[in-house]
């Protein structure tokens, strides 16, 4: 394997002069520059990466813990980081909580041990309700989850403002008995719920919830679950999209039609919902944006520590489709 020695040999320059153009620094000439570049060709030289972060003190990875890789919505935002992440020549490691406190101390500890320059994270709402940026060794920009009083750099959804929007929709198609399942393991879920109660309330309705784990079969059983034992709501509305594929999948399973006999909507504009009968009225959020708005903060956060705190709150958009288009029966 070639050494930064040989490298230099190669080119007719320093080891320094090496040393300097892969770094990036000023203070070569074009002609020794392109020497060094050709010698690291001819020679397939890969500098020890570790040996030269230890030396500076510094590193190029990034940490990004989240609370479900399988949810697109999180999958999507991955994606947006890592791009941002490549463009400048960072690294990223991608970890999975499962909203498991544990596995996520596990995780932090572990990026801290990595010298990572900042993690990402969209906290459990254990570390949620005691966050404080002072208990961590490296920059936090939270994403997905915050309240205001969370003293953090932070990229999330106005989501009782969406939750709210998504409810009057369904109250101006005339449901009156609206149905919620939402999550419970997040700030997200609860906020939805808050804006779901806040909205029914408005109107003088009554709240009708299911608190269930965020997952397609945990919504799919509680769906037919609350068929079998209450009457059958005008609506259906899930807090996510994981939730929302099982009320799907339990109302056909049920053999109701929708929208004949029954609305029905939810959260995030996955690709599913715009091609399955009939197509699906959601809330879309932004998830290219809030990834791509989370990094640029850490690596601004990385860049002056002692900047004030952002919080950037987006803005959901409705979708309305099939799903809660009424139909007269005949």
């Known amino acids: 394997m070639a050494r930064i020695s040989d490298v230099a040999k190669h080119a007719g320059v320093s080891v320094a002069t090496v040393s300097r153009v892969l770094g990036g620094q000023s203070g070569v000439s074009d ?6 570049l050709a010698a690291v060709k001819a020679l397939d030289y890969h500098p020890d990466l570790a040996a030269r972060r230890l030396r500076s003190g510094k590193t190029d990875t990034l940490g990004l813990v989240v609370a479900d890789i399988r949810n697109p919505y999180f999958t ?5 980081i890592e791009d941002v992440a490549y463009a400048n020549r960072m690294r990223v490691l991608l ?23 900042g993690v990402i994270l969209s906290p459990t709402l254990d570390l949620l309700s005691r966050f404080r ?25 106005d989501n009782i403002d969406a939750a709210q929007r998504l409810i009057r929709h369904l109250i101006d198609r ?3 008995r609206i149905t919620l399942f939402h999550g419970t393991a997040s700030a997200t879920g609860l906020q939805r ?8 309330a408005a109107a003088g309705l009554t709240p009708f919830t299911q608190a269930i784990k965020s997952t397609t079969f945990a919504a799919r059983k509680a769906l037919l679950e609350h068929l079998r034992a209450h009457p059958l709501p005008d609506a259906v509305v899930a807090s996510s999209g994981l939730i929302l594929l099982g009320l799907v999948e339990a109302l056909r399973e049920a053999g109701l039609q929708c929208p004949r006999d029954i609305l029905i909507a939810g959260f995030d504009d996955q690709p599913w ?12 959020q932004p998830t290219a944006d ?34 809660t288009c009424r139909v007269q029966n005949t």
């Not at 919902?273 to 879309?284: E, L």
């Open 31 to 36: 002609a020794a520059r392109e020497r060094v």
């Open 76 to 80: 999507e935002i991955s994606r947006a």
């Open 95 to 117: 970890c999975n909580s499962d909203e498991d406190p544990e596995k996520e101390r596990f995780y932090l500890d572990m990026l801290r041990d990595e010298n990572v320059a």
């Open 133 to 157: 940026p002072a208990d961590f060794s490296f920059p936090v920009v939270l994403v997905d989850r915050c309240t205001p009083e969370t003293e953090a750099d932070a990229v999330v959804l």
């Open 174 to 176: 005339d449901c009156r």
């Open 193 to 200: 719920l808050e804006g779901y109660r806040s909205a029914l």
């Open 273 to 284: 919902t715009r091609i399955v009968t009939p197509d699906i009225t959601v809330i879309a």
């Open 290 to 323: 809030i990834g791509r708005s989370a990094i640029e903060l850490l690596l601004a956060r990385v860049a002056q520590p002692g900047q004030a705190r952002r919080c950037i709150v987006m803005r959901g958009e409705l979708i309305v489709r099939t799903s």
